[in-house]
């Protein structure tokens, strides 16, 4: 009347794989998925070098034209004027230059920003369309 329990070392592993039967992935349509990948990333890369240079480029011509306005302002300084005309040019210069760097700032990281929205939307399509691969090559697994 003993009941034996089985134990875990008497499950037989040769009769749960029976049914199961191996399927070779389709290796040319995870190599051409891979691919693709690869061509994303490298698109996306070059999106981002790219808009780094017009970041880079912006900058240079940012920093050449407060140069100017500086050399400007020397030569304006070395002209004699009445103190009430030198407060008045100097704050009217000081007004100028918050609002060129603000205006600046705001163009550069719009710049910045675009170039990353860019590649980071080139990275995402691919991501989606990979996804959409994968599941239809598992369909198309399980289908045979």
């Known amino acids: 009347m003993s009941e034996a329990r089985p134990s875990f070392f008497d499950f ?8 199961f039967r191996f399927r070779p992935f389709d290796v040319e349509a995870l190599m051409a998925c891979q691919r693709r990948n690869i061509e994303a ?12 240079q017009a ?13 100017e306005d500086v ?7 070395g002209q004699p004027t009445s103190p009430e005309e030198r407060i008045a040019r ?18 550069i990281t719009m ?6 929205t860019e590649a980071a939307d080139v990275l995402r399509k691919r991501a989606t369309e990979g996804l959409d691969e994968l599941r239809d090559l598992a369909k198309r697994q399980t289908a045979r």
């Open 12 to 19: 037989d592993v040769t009769k749960m794989m029976a049914d």
């Open 41 to 52: 990333l490298s698109q996306a890369n070059q999106l981002a070098v790219e808009g780094m």
């Open 55 to 67: 970041v880079a480029k912006r900058q240079i011509e940012v920093a050449r034209q407060a140069i």
């Open 71 to 77: 050399s400007a302002l020397l030569r304006d300084l």
């Open 90 to 107: 100097n704050t009217e210069y000081a007004k100028q230059v918050l609002e060129k760097s603000l205006s600046h700032g705001r163009e």
């Open 111 to 116: 710049l910045a920003t675009k170039a990353g």
